[in-house]
């Protein structure tokens, strides 16, 4: 019998996206077909796959980790709606994989809500017809009064799917307790009427000091807490850039590994960074962190340079000669890789500004570290795609081929001898690397080519890898499997 249960919360980054993932790959490792849902997301990280009517399509990264939890393939179904924003409050917006323009919240809920619920409606059917059960993933709370007549991703998918709920809330930040008592207050009737319980996520300590807490709850509220999870990040993909390290001089994640043995890979904050997960590789492997730095901030004790993708090339590019970054990259004597919106920047200059910036300029000087320039166009080119590596500069010696995804808008032309080593429109000039392929560094020969230079050129010795690193799937797994009891979602299902 097709079940959905949607993992709704309290609020945004409260656990929801590791809930979810975590009952995809229990529910898959115990029989069940099982595959993930999101009617409407918001993020400016997304992946290529396979869209329904042919060809390739966007959507949200957490979805496309989902699936690989639930060991599907994942399609646009999974997330048929999605909006990328571009700053001055416009997305993007994509609907069944495909960019069908910009547009203003307001436009959005005017002119374009009641296609977009179509479409989430019509992908959770096909997905029913194929899956025993679908984990759909809510945004925010889904109690805001608000968007309640307009709240596609909680309120409109707990009805068209006739879904149970399981209602997330992060006690990390206080007041998990009142949150849930207020998100059940204030959702429409039939919603919380729909929660079969609650998961409290990121607590440290011993749960069993939040026993009177629970029982106020359940008798308040009649709803069960159905587990405490604790504080243990298994390592998934970040939805979006709202969850990289505060703002700092020096923001890390990755590996400390011991002195001597540590190399720092300096990632500039764009204002509109987009796709921050082709970073999540290299902070994963042992001895390398990845520092977030203001634009305004020195390069000093950074070893390595990626410039990641942004959903605005020309005003992220504004931004950066405006701090004084771009002087500071020419000067940089490290490998510099440039990906995606990110390689355009480090061109000679970029034309046909007007149609990716906001001003009316039609030429724009990049940085200079790589002799190509970009033409900009409205068309989009979205495809996952294979590639043939040729091993020069930051991916020195590396051989074999890749696989990853691009998308992006206009295309870049070399104006004079260049390599291109990641396929026909990358580009290499001495430590420079510019490409359009996300994912790069998940592929394992790029990603030790790469930091095998990075660790030479600071005369430091590469740590070895771990063996034993856990499976961040298997992790989130373990997460819900030993903390939440699934008996009242009516998933229980033998081991």
């Avoid at 029989?31 to 009517?53: H, I, L, T, W």
């Avoid at 990040?233 to 001597?260: C, H, K």
């Avoid at 000093?300 to 993708?309: E, F, S």
Wanted: aromatic residues 4%.
């Amino acid at each position: 019998m097709m079940a959905t249960l949607l993992v709704a919360g309290t609020a945004s980054h409260v656990g929801k996206s590791t809930v979810a993932t975590g009952l995809c790959r229990l529910l898959a490792d115990r029989g069940v077909a099982v595959a993930p849902f999101k009617a409407q997301n918001m993020s400016n990280n997304a992946r290529a796959v396979p869209a329904r009517d042919g060809g390739d399509g966007e959507i949200g990264v957490s979805q496309w980790v989902q699936a690989r939890a639930a060991r599907v393939a994942p399609t646009t179904d999974c997330n048929p709606v999605l909006l990328k924003p571009r700053g001055d409050s416009e997305s993007q917006l994509v609907v069944d994989g495909e960019a069908v323009g910009h547009v203003g919240a307001g436009d959005y809920y005017a002119d374009h809500w009641e296609r977009a619920r179509e479409a989430a409606a019509a992908a959770h059917a096909r997905l029913a017809a194929e899956y025993d059960v679908i984990i759909a993933e809510g945004a925010g709370s889904m109690a805001e009064p608000n968007l309640r007549e307009r709240d596609l991703a909680n309120v409109e998918t707990a009805r068209f799917a006739d879904a149970d709920i399981v209602l997330v809330a992060d006690i990390e930040r206080g007041g998990a307790f009142a949150s849930v008592l207020g998100t059940l207050e204030l959702a429409p009737d039939d919603l919380a009427e729909r929660v079969a319980g609650v998961v409290v996520t990121k607590f440290r300590g011993d749960a069993a000091l939040l026993d009177p807490a629970i029982e106020e709850l359940e008798a308040r509220t009649g709803v069960p807490v159905l587990g405490v999870v604790p504080h243990d990040d298994p390592g998934l993909p970040e939805e979006d850039s709202v969850a990289l390290p505060p703002v700092g001089e020096r923001s890390v994640v990755g590996d400390d590994a011991p002195p001597g043995r540590t190399v720092t890979v300096g990632v500039p904050r764009l204002p509109r960074v987009s796709n921050v997960a082709d970073l999540d590789p290299l902070a994963a492997e042992p001895g390398v962190r990845v520092a977030y730095l203001p634009l305004d901030a020195p390069l000093d004790g950074v070893d390595a340079i990626v410039l990641p993708g942004t959903k605005n090339t020309v005003d992220d590019l504004l931004a950066v000669r405006e701090a004084g970054l771009d002087d500071r990259l020419r000067a940089f004597d490290g490998p510099v890789v440039g990906l995606c919106g990110g390689y355009q920047m480090l061109g000679e200059r970029l034309r046909g500004a007007s149609e990716e910036g906001t001003g009316d300029a039609e030429t724009v000087e990049g940085v200079g570290l790589l002799p190509v320039e970009t033409h900009f166009s409205p068309q989009k080119r979205v495809e996952r795609v294979t590639r043939t590596l040729d091993g020069v500069g930051p991916l020195a010696g590396a051989s074999g081929t890749v696989s990853g995804y691009e998308i992006h808008a206009g295309d870049t032309r070399p104006l004079g001898e260049v390599a291109r080593p990641v396929g026909p429109e990358s580009a290499a000039r001495e430590s420079v690397l510019g490409a359009y392929l996300h994912g790069l560094f998940e592929n394992a020969t790029a990603r030790d080519a790469f930091l095998d230079g990075v660790f030479a050129t600071a005369g430091r010795e590469r740590p070895t890898a771990n063996p034993d690193r856990a499976d961040p799937y298997d992790a989130a797994a373990r997460l819900v499997a030993e903390h939440v009891d699934l008996g009242p979602l009516g998933l229980e299902v033998d081991a």
